[in-house]
């Protein structure tokens, strides 16, 4: 199984992945981007205004005719002119740089680009902690507010896509509830029963999911014993699906910046990944992204 270590050297030459970069104009993005060109994480497309790009890779130690640069005028055109190349196939990942999460979502998501493939999209962070002992991927962190019984099927979906491209065959699947049992006044634990009972059924296949858990019995055994949890996937998750967007961009927080995780973020679901970070994150947790999205376009073929 891999962790962040190896994740990086599965990506380390992979180079040949073009990355197309909306407005990169922050010493952030610029400096994940440089480094994942360094290291042949991806090649970099530059998407922005140069006179801004050019004096930030200066401070940085490049020039800017190092790179591949496409001149626009605004954050908007920056979104639709990346989604586009990564729609025609001239890019096989797309990265947000300084602009809204909304604005590039919206790019990605308009059919004229192309890059819609008619599944669901959806966020996939993965974490690595120094209190797991196994990787852990939560979703959906960013992008589905609050997801239907279905959405939360696809959503599954993707995570498992994103856990196979890192290794890890079949994950356990919890879904993240208050509680264990299914209980008609919490929407998020009939649904959670649904999605395993389809499990069981080999109607979702590839992984094994288990729910209603609470986060506790899902991540460690110990808490599951007390309760008398006999389940697979009680304290050996590796995917937590989140009910809604709060409590998965609650979690996502919590570990990145209380529980000191390296966190890595992708959107899946469309015909390329997206590399998804926000402004909050470090450059670390930027290259990382990177780094997730160049292993899984050459797991996926993307
Ligand atoms: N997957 C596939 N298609 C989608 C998805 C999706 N997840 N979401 C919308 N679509 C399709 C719809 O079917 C429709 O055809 C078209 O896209 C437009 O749908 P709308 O009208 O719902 O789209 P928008 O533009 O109003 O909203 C889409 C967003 C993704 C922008 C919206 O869901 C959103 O704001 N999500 C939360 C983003 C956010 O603020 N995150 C904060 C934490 S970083």
Do not use: W
């Not at 493939?117 to 991927?137: D, E, K, M, Q, T």
């Not at 065959?169 to 208050?178: D, H």
């Not at 609650?250 to 973020?265: P, R, S, V």
Request: with cysteine; aromatic share 2%; glycine share 8%.
């Amino acid at each position: 199984m891999l962790d962040f270590n190896t994740l990086r050297e599965a990506a380390r030459g992979l180079g040949g992945k073009r990355l197309a970069v909306a407005y990169p104009h922050d010493h952030d993005s610029l400096q994940a981007v440089v480094a994942a060109a360094d290291q042949e994480f991806v090649t970099p497309v530059l998407i922005g205004d140069r006179d801004t790009i050019a004096p930030i890779l200066e401070e940085l130690g490049t020039g800017v005719d190092s790179f591949e640069l496409v001149e626009v005028s605004d954050a908007e055109e920056a979104a639709d002119t990346a989604a586009g190349m990564v729609g025609a196939g001239a890019a096989d990942a797309l990265m947000k740089g300084l602009l809204d999460t909304s604005v590039i979502l919206k790019a990605v998501l308009k059919s004229e680009h192309g890059l819609r493939s008619g599944r669901l999209l959806s966020h996939v962070a993965v974490f690595s902690l120094p209190s797991y002992p196994r990787l852990l991927i939560v979703s959906d962190a960013a992008m589905n507010i609050a997801p239907t019984l279905e959405q939360k099927r696809e959503i599954i979906e993707n995570a498992v896509e994103v856990a196979q491209a890192l290794e890890i065959e079949t994950p356990n699947v919890a879904m993240l509830c208050a509680k264990e049992k299914e209980d008609p006044k919490m929407q998020a634990t009939v649904d959670a029963a649904a999605l395993a009972k389809l499990n069981r059924e080999g109607k979702l296949g590839g992984c094994v999911v288990s729910g209603p858990l609470a986060l506790d019995n899902a991540v460690s055994l110990e808490a599951a014993k007390q309760k008398g949890i006999t389940d697979p996937v009680a304290g050996h998750a590796d995917v937590l699906i989140a009910p809604t967007i709060e409590v998965g961009n609650a979690l996502y927080k919590a570990l990145a910046f209380l529980a000191g995780a390296d966190t890595a973020g992708i959107i899946v679901g469309a015909r390329a990944p997206v590399v998804l970070t926000s402004r909050a994150d470090s450059t670390a947790v930027k290259l990382d992204s990177i780094a997730l999205a160049a292993v899984y376009a050459a797991h996926h073929g993307g």
